[in-house]
């Protein structure tokens, strides 16, 4: 268990639905990342909350949308779904707004099936 | 901007030989980089980092990797394969912006150990 946990573990949903994918990081740390990975694109960055503020953004559609809380849990949410938007999300948290001395730990991920 | 290419997406040893798995990083700066491992149906494992301190850095499950500034390298090795390491290897570089951190992810290596 690295400390990283994510719900649900396996989504399975229809196209042009909403759905929220929830991490809460590892104790203590103030930063949470979300990243998609997908066959075809690979690993790749969407977007940084630190301490409830967005701090960087990657790659991520108009139709996905993030939130840090207060109790620095995150959401991501994703609308409008299409049959590519299925992919594993993973969250990954820090103890400040870069690496730690852990790195970066991920959560075993959300697998995310839209048919 | 940041990136890493990972030259082979395949590698394959027989148990007791050893392992190499090649990265080569491109950065303005000093970079932060990263070897993380994934085994199927898992999330993303810290095998190791390097953040300018020693150039030879030592992770877990007896992996190292040495950082070449002269080319631009983070190759992971190690001397003796194992059975149990069989699984998806990603070479990974931290782009540090002023407020916020993306890892931007190689493509992976999947390395395969036979008996």
């Known amino acids: 268990d690295s400390g990283v946990t994510q719900t649900p573990k396996h989504l399975i949903t229809a196209t042009g639905q909403r759905v929220t994918l929830r991490c809460s990081p590892r104790s203590g740390d103030l930063s949470v990342y979300w990243y998609q990975q997908s066959l075809d694109q690979g690993l790749q960055f969407l977007i940084q909350y630190y301490n409830g503020e967005e701090r960087a953004k990657g790659n991520i559609l108009e139709r996905f949308s993030a939130q840090q809380f207060p109790d620095l849990h995150s959401e991501l949410n994703l609308s409008s779904l299409e049959l590519g938007d299925s992919a594993l999300y993973f969250c990954?948290?820090?103890?400040?707004?870069?690496?730690?001395?852990?790195?970066?730990?991920f959560g075993s991920g959300t697998r995310l099936t839209v048919v | 901007a940041q990136s890493v290419t990972q030259l082979d997406s395949h590698v394959s040893v027989s148990e007791g030989t050893p392992v190499l798995l090649r990265c080569n990083y491109s950065s303005s700066y000093s970079p932060s980089l990263f070897w993380y491992v994934q085994h199927p149906n898992k999330g993303l494992q810290l095998l190791l980092k390097y953040t300018s301190a020693a150039t030879l850095v030592k992770g877990i499950n007896g992996f190292e990797a040495e950082f070449k500034k002269s080319e631009t390298s983070f190759h992971l090795t190690k001397p003796s394969a194992h059975m149990s390491d069989a699984a998806e290897y990603f070479c990974?570089?931290?782009?540090?912006?002023?407020?916020?951190?993306?890892?931007?992810f190689g493509k992976g290596t999947t390395l395969s150990v036979s008996s």
């Open positions: 990954a948290s820090s103890a400040d707004w870069t690496e730690d001395n852990y790195g970066y730990t």
């Open positions: 990974v570089v931290s782009d540090r912006g002023q407020a916020g951190t993306a890892l931007i």
